[in-house]
């Protein structure tokens, strides 16, 4: 059982270069999400989904783009990278919309290694 | 002031020992409370959610103080592998309902 996957684990980029990474869960969880992780900063969400062509807006959405075509699938976009963008970002997804009720069990991914130079 | 404070450490312990960790809250409104693990160069999983009457699993221990808006791990009889960080997560309640909050994370060693 694969769980969350995201592709790639690394990359380098030059900053101005875009790039898509990209997550797919076989869980069939509604609920979605894209964080970063940054030293002495904690997890920080960018953007987030609770279902199939439906995104939101997180913490730190500026300079990022996503979009959820197949329920399966979420995908984070830079469009124009900066140094700044330099973090590990996580994918995770839950069954259900945290807070209502559930676990509150975020399931991650192990994560994508991101350098802008 | 951020929605949850946590006590980078590190904490430095030797096998067998007890250590504990305290997270704090600052939305009063909050609606639950869990501890992730996450180790070196790992993604976060989660541990154990935290109740109002307190819970254990094992070796661990979980508190929630609502008076005074923290929460609590107790890990008993340390062991090489509970090396890792800890991440307070704290799910909002009011205007935050459902949004997800995680603290900085305490870093544990335990050393032999």
């Known amino acids: 059982n694969a769980g969350v996957t995201q592709t790639p684990k690394f990359r380098v980029l030059k900053t101005g270069q875009s790039m898509t990474l990209l997550c797919a869960q076989d869980?069939?969880?509604?609920?979605m999400y894209w964080y970063r992780q940054d030293p002495g900063m904690g997890l920080r969400l960018i953007h987030y989904?609770?279902?199939?062509?439906?995104?939101a807006k997180g913490e730190v959405p500026d300079g990022y783009n996503v979009s959820r075509l197949k329920k399966q699938n979420f995908l984070l976009g830079l469009e124009s990278a900066a140094p700044s963008q330099t973090s590990v970002y996580f994918c995770?997804?839950?069954?259900?919309?945290?807070?209502?009720?559930?676990?509150?069990?975020?399931?991650f991914g192990e994560g994508s290694r991101l350098t802008v130079l | 002031r951020k929605e949850v404070e946590q006590d980078p450490g590190p904490f430095n312990v030797p096998e067998g020992a007890t250590v504990a960790f305290n997270c704090t809250y600052s939305?009063?409104?909050?609606?639950?409370f869990f501890w992730y693990r996450q180790d070196c160069r790992k993604e976060p999983k989660l541990l154990m959610s935290?109740?109002?009457s307190g819970n254990e699993d094992g070796r661990f221990t979980a508190q929630l103080n609502r008076a005074s808006q923290y929460i609590s791990l107790l890990i008993r009889d340390s062991k090489l592998s509970d090396s890792a960080t800890y991440l307070c997560?704290?799910?909002?309640?009011?205007?935050?309902?459902?949004?997800?909050?995680f603290g900085r994370g305490t870093q544990l060693t335990v050393w032999p």
């Open positions: 997560v704290v799910i909002g309640g009011g205007s935050t309902l459902g949004r997800l909050y």
């Open positions: 989904s609770v279902g199939e062509g439906t995104t």
């Open positions: 995770a997804s839950s069954y259900s919309r945290t807070g209502l009720g559930n676990t509150g069990e975020l399931f």
């Open positions: 869980m069939n969880h509604e609920y």
């Open positions: 935290v109740y109002s």
């Open positions: 939305n009063s409104a909050s609606q639950s």
